[in-house]
């Protein structure tokens, strides 16, 4: 088959696509890539075909009103910048230049960042749509849904349904303008119902998939056989990666570090963050690997016991390090249990806050603590607890071993290749 992917979003956003894509050309398919402009680099880093869409993510969430707006931590808030910072403009080209790519495509895929794309370009075209999500995003009566607070996670199963709705809402119409607009100019399609495509026939007729482990979250009963639970879509080190001697002398130069990174989330003052880190290192006199990543660290006046990088794959980092302190992105969090060690998870917004919090549920990892909530000593006491409990450690272990042991993206690969295509 010739499958176009569609995912949009942050590289966290967008690596586990790339390895399912990988996952799919290894079975014999040809595997299509439609992404950002940025992530050109590494999407043909390994070896799949890139389209680009208009628009840079670094550059946006880099900007000093987003950092602004990221520490703030208000999931609506952001959601609203992005989509101001998008446009009709932006939701036209992305339809003209989606359509191109779809072209002598079999099927289209997409998780939630290219949902509402993905779905009304297979439906001109009359292919099918495959949804592929690493966060929860079907109702269930199991568990909130991703953007709801913890304060109100307890007023039980009815809710917890009605949760995932209002989540679905609240994404549907901060975007369904732009939506419309792609429709009825570039594609000639009528506009999609004002409460979202969600009942749409299309939208149900093949399977759903989960990249996420069912160690972490096991299927809910009331999810049907169609949609399936796989096992995490890892992105490892591409062939030709080497760490940097340095890195190497710095691991075998002490003890296991502590990792710290808030990938793609930027701070309003990357300095005082650092300064925060570092105080927190000191206090429980631990070494630390940091990185970078989108601006939310920054590189001056490090002791000798931080190394710092602009970016080390997780998946070959996490396994050398004694505990790892992230922003609770989906994919950084599943690399972090695969580990099989404590994580620290520093929620910025959005669906951050819900891994964070299965996160501690689990008892792999201390109670997140949010950003904006984030001081030296509640750094410093979280570190402590990670690296001493060994209750926690072991709990940590026992789930590494368990996500370790499965290849979701054999498995959701199976499914695909099991389908039986309908053109319609």
């Known amino acids: 088959m010739h499958i176009a992917i569609i995912a949009l979003g942050t590289r966290g956003d967008v690596q586990p696509y790339i390895a399912l894509g990988k996952g799919l050309e290894k079975a014999g398919n040809v595997v299509r890539l439609v992404t950002h402009e940025n992530f050109e680099v590494l999407v043909n880093s390994y070896g799949l075909e890139f389209w680009p869409l208009k628009g840079n993510v670094q550059d946006i969430l880099q900007s000093k009103e987003m950092r602004e707006i990221l520490e703030q931590g208000n999931f609506l808030t952001i959601t609203l910048q992005m989509a101001k910072l998008g446009g009709q403009h932006v939701a036209i080209d992305w339809a003209k230049k989606g359509l191109a790519a779809c072209q002598g495509m079999d099927m289209v895929l997409a998780g939630i960042g290219g949902l509402y794309l993905g779905l009304s370009l297979a439906e001109k075209l009359g292919l099918p749509f495959l949804q592929a999500y690493v966060v929860p ?112 002398e710095f691991l075998q130069g002490g003890p296991p570090p502590v990792y710290i990174g808030f990938g793609s989330m930027s701070s309003q003052n990357p300095a005082e963050t650092t300064d925060l880190c570092l105080q927190a290192l000191a206090r429980t006199q631990q070494r630390a690997i940091m990185l970078s990543g989108w601006g939310g660290l920054d590189k001056v006046n490090l002791p000798d016991t931080v190394f710092m990088a602009d970016s080390i794959p997780h998946s070959w980092l996490f396994p050398r390090v004694g505990a790892v302190v992230h922003h609770g992105g989906a994919g950084t969090t599943g690399v972090g249990l695969r580990a099989g060690i404590p994580s620290i998870v520093i929620p910025f917004s959005g669906d951050k806050v819900f891994w964070g919090q299965r996160v501690a549920e689990l008892g792999v990892g201390p109670e997140p603590i949010p950003r904006k909530k984030l001081t030296v000593e509640r750094l410093a006491q979280a570190i402590q607890k990670a690296l001493t409990d060994q209750t926690m450690r072991q709990r940590a272990a026992n789930l590494g071993s368990k996500i370790q042991a499965e290849d979701g993206i054999a498995s959701a690969v199976a499914i695909i290749q099991d389908m039986v295509v309908i053109r319609k």
């Open 137 to 248: 995003f079907t109702p269930t009566k199991a568990f909130p849904g991703v953007l709801i607070p913890k304060s109100l996670s307890g007023l039980g199963s009815s809710f917890n349904r009605f949760s995932h709705h209002l989540t679905r809402q609240i994404m549907w119409q901060m975007l369904q303008s732009d939506d419309r607009i792609a429709r009825q100019q570039v594609l000639g399609l009528p506009a999609a119902s004002f409460w979202g495509p969600y009942n749409a026939a299309r939208f149900h007729q093949y399977p759903i998939l989960y990249g996420f482990s069912p160690s972490v979250i096991p299927k809910p009963s009331d999810w049907d056989k169609n949609i399936h639970v796989t096992g995490y879509w890892f992105l490892d080190p591409a062939s030709d990666w080497n760490p940097p001697s340095a890195l190497m």
